[in-house]
C-alpha cells in the first residue's frame, strides 16, 4: 500500500523495486486504493522499493532474503524532504 503524508492511499504513484543483485529495476503503478503488486521475485535476492508521486517519495524500504513470509507486505509512505 502507498499512503500520502495524512495516510490516504495515493492512486497513480509509481512504485519502483530494484534486484540487488542485476540492479536491475522494475516499475508498477498504484491501483485503486494505493494497491501495489509484484510477483514471481526470487527468495534469494534482497530488494530495494520506493514509491513517488507529484515529486514526493517514500524513503527506501528493503525485503530481505532473511523475511521469511510467504507473501511479505512492505507499505510506503510518501513524505516531504
Not at 529495476?25 to 494497491?35: A, D, L, P, Q, Y
Not at 514471481?40 to 508521486?53: G, T, W
Amino acid at each position: 500500500l502507498v499512503t500520502d503524508a495524512s495516510d490516504q492511499p495515493v492512486n497513480g504513484a509509481v512504485v519502483q523495486w530494484k534486484d540487488m543483485r542485476s540492479l536491475a529495476v522494475r516499475s508498477f503503478i498504484t491501483r485503486e486504493g494505493g494497491k501495489y503488486s509484484f510477483y514471481n521475485l526470487d527468495v534469494n535476492i534482497d530488494y530495494e522499493l520506493r514509491a513517488e508521486h507529484n515529486g514526493v517519495s517514500s524513503p527506501t524500504r528493503t525485503l530481505s532474503v532473511f523475511d521469511t513470509r510467504r507473501s511479505p507486505v512492505i507499505n510506503l509512505k510518501l513524505e516531504k524532504k
